[in-house]
DNA sequence: CAAAAACTTTCCATTCTGGCAAGTTTGCAA
DNA sequence: TTGCAAACTTGCCAGAATGGAAAGTTTTTG
């Protein structure tokens, strides 16, 4: 009676998630104001009207926080290659469920306030290196998830062959650097543009220019 | 006078390596024998003859000073490449720089003391989750080194083309899934195949087997 | 509704972190 | 050789992080 789809279970775990959002939020929000040392977890919890112990209920320290939305989006990655129709070429699907959640197609010009907020964190991140290893364990987590999708639809053992693992590792790297270049460099290319580039490089062995 | 090779400088360098590597190798023994989580920083230094505090000094925790090894050697990676031939092919260049770091040719099958603690780190390193991480950032600084080498054997701008920065990144996210599978599995294949195979696979654009 | 399960909070003992200043060692040149 | 300066080590310490235990709340379930 209750549930009508596989999102919103109760009560309960939306209170969790609402929780665990504002925390997210809070601590992103505190860390680019003040900077990253200048930031309690105390001072968080109590932005959030939480404790500070269910701060750390939640997450392990401040980068986990921070790092958090990162996770979360990486690791839609694999659910959206699965959704991908199974006829379709590995690569294409891989491509197109790395741009479905790095690079979403906007309806106007306008990106949601979802993805200003991951530019910020990974702005942030750049500027701090006591970050950096977060966004490199998430990123590691997601390859994991990834790796699996793709041993599924090829029919691979994933704990065998390395086949699976290579493919998820390098599309994490080959994402990684077109994200971090974008961030980086004067924006002189729309995220969209640098990832096609980078997979096309991928896919054709990375010739010498 | 003193100096015959580019090595050994003066004492006071030394020295700071050999309390370096003292350090290092303490906390993976004692991580090994006793457990991650049940070795404080206090009883490192006091394995090592030098204070606590002299441990910070040298590394921000127990997981950089397990990851220093594992650094140093994938550091070495850009020095191998840029002491390649000039005439050489970038990739030939590269596999052969990886390899000799990661599964040097021994004369006869003794793997070096230094190889074997290198092995014995990365198992606690994949034990601990904790660890990942550091490892993950060790990674990502060799990484930014070997992309300044490509950039210079290149002749392209690292802060500007893509490819450099690409091209390391792969290598890394390459090599590591050839070493973790390594250790993982039943070792059912040496890592010098491994590695040969993960970077035929890379080259040719990572084709659907 | 009442018990059970899940989550939050308070309390607290350890450990981590990093700045500071005093004590040592090493490098260098007069 | 002597003496100074730079570099390194150490003890001291306060603020923050970490994580276990048990009591207090809220949601779920029978």
Redesign the interface.
Known sequence: MATDDGEATGLRERKKRETRLALSRATIRLCVERGWDNVTVDEIAAAADVSARTFRNYFSGKAEAIAAGHLDRAMRIADELRARPAGE???DAIVIAVRSQFAPDVPDGTPSPEDRRWREALLLVLSE?AL???V??AN?AAQEELALAIAER?G?DA?????P???A??V???S???V??CL??DASMPLET?LR??FA??????P??
Chains 1, 2 share one sequence.
Do not use: I, N
């Open positions: 070429p590995l690569w290196p950096h290893g977060e490199l364990k590691a090829t691979l704990s065998r062959d390395v086949y693992r290579l493919v590792s390098v994490g790297a080959a990684a650097v077109a971090e270049h980086r460099a640098l580039e980078v490089a991928v896919t054709s062995g990375l010498v220019p």
